[in-house]
């Protein structure tokens, strides 16, 4: 399984705290957008979240550098349901989306997943990573002797360690973010840097801090 990172994850509310003065002026935002090439039992490509409007040529860009075209991916799949990750999958005409929950969108092109019939490949999963919304998902990814977790906004690194949440945590959140830590090696978040080694203990000391205010 090879897991490649097309897009990493921006968001300028950095030091806001949620103040909607700040927040609403985001110039910039978008979620992050991975690939992964299962090679057994088959070939399979699978895009984990989509992006936000506006990303589109940098996305397809970084999939043409790996010699995959938008119609070549067989599986979407959704951490959750905000604009920012969701916004292109209109580009992957011929992929199965699946989402921890129901959408209506016009081309009725989203589905969602149940705890029977998830994507079936050796070396991908899901867990329920509740609190940034009820129904978010994170995945986890078996990549060279390593475990990654794809981890949508369940984990943000920067609002973690600062205490930047407009909304305090609440235990959902908590939980969620400590069971990520607590078995990932590499942390891809939705947002930020790719999270590993002595960046991912300090995460992690910090996650263990965290409590319901």
Known sequence: MKVILLKQG???DLGSGGDPKIFNKISEICGAVSLLKAEVPEEKNIIVDTGNLGYEDEILTALEKEGIKPEDIDYVVLTHSHGDHVSNNYLFKNAVRIAGISISYPDKSLVAYNDAD???IPGIQRIKTPGHLPKHISIIVKSKGKTYVI???AIQEDYIKQGLFGVPPNQDYIDSAKKIVDIADVIIP???RIIQGDDLEELKKAVHKMEVK
């Open 10 to 12: 921006v968001h300028t």
């Open 190 to 192: 939705g947002h930020g």
């Open 151 to 153: 981890a949508g906004d």
């Open 118 to 120: 998830f994507i079936e």
